[in-house]
């Protein structure tokens, strides 16, 4: 069974730093990897999504990559900002469209 | 103004009671999911839904129940045999369910908790 972890569980950084999420996942035979933010309380709103033939997505500030044969993800976040503040999980897809979330990074980016 | 509802927001139960959570989309999706958050723990899939008036289990559908009657809707009962019913549970959709592309769309969530 697929298993997906975060590392780190917990990060705290100052505003204007670039930083990296991390995610693996233990099986490569993967539709797509997926990453999403999650607000205190709140809903998933989807960010990126790498289709397993992909290397990687960009969008905004926000650029993940994909390495299906080392079973790796990394979320680069360039120039935070307080308002990135959030919980980030990253997801993989299987074959049979089941979707395996990790237990996500808690971001903190202080003023 | 596409998206995806939940209600209630916070729900309570008593002992041995049923209660339903309900979650409707405007979307036009075929695929519906309900998952269960835990603090420290992923997201897991209780039920998911790819086409009306039919349905699969996830990996903890014990003590849970589902219809999908309307395109449109998929509620999710917990019953009295879910012993521990308490976390937050999130509904989401996507288009055909089965894309290697296509992303799924979150609800904001009901929080469920026994008195």
């Known amino acids: 069974k697929q298993e997906v972890t975060q590392i780190p569980a917990a990060l705290s950084v100052p505003e204007g730093e670039n930083l990296v999420l991390n995610c693996s996942f233990t099986?490569?035979?993967?539709?797509?990897l997926q990453w999403f933010r999650q607000d205190p309380g709140k809903g998933l709103t989807s960010l990126l999504l790498?289709?397993?033939?992909?290397r990687e997505q960009t969008s905004g500030r926000l650029n993940a990559s994909l390495d299906k044969s080392s079973g790796r993800s990394t979320l680069y976040i360039a120039a935070s900002q307080p308002g990135d503040s959030a919980t980030y999980l990253c997801?993989?897809?299987?074959?049979?469209?089941?979707?395996?979330f990790g237990t996500g990074t808690r971001l903190t980016v202080i003023p | 103004d596409g998206g995806i509802t939940q209600s209630p927001k916070y729900l309570f139960r008593k002992e041995g009671q049923n209660v339903t959570l309900s979650c409707e989309q405007n979307?036009?999706?075929?695929?519906m999911y309900w998952y269960r958050q835990d603090p420290g723990q992923g997201l897991r899939l209780i039920y998911y839904?790819?086409?009306?008036?039919?349905?699969q289990k996830g990996d903890i559908a014990e003590g849970y129940s589902v219809s999908r009657e309307k395109k449109e809707s998929f509620p999710l009962t917990v019953t009295s045999a879910q012993k521990n019913p308490t976390a937050f549970y999130l509904c989401?959709?996507?288009?055909?369910?089965?894309?290697?592309?296509?992303?799924?769309?979150f609800g904001p969530g009901t929080r469920l908790l026994v008195l």
């Open positions: 979307l036009n999706h075929d695929a």
């Open positions: 099986d490569s035979a993967i539709y797509n």
């Open positions: 839904s790819q086409i009306v008036n039919d349905f």
């Open positions: 997801a993989a897809l299987n074959g049979a469209n089941n979707l395996f």
């Open positions: 790498i289709q397993s033939s992909q």
């Open positions: 989401a959709s996507s288009i055909f369910g089965s894309q290697e592309q296509e992303t799924q769309y």
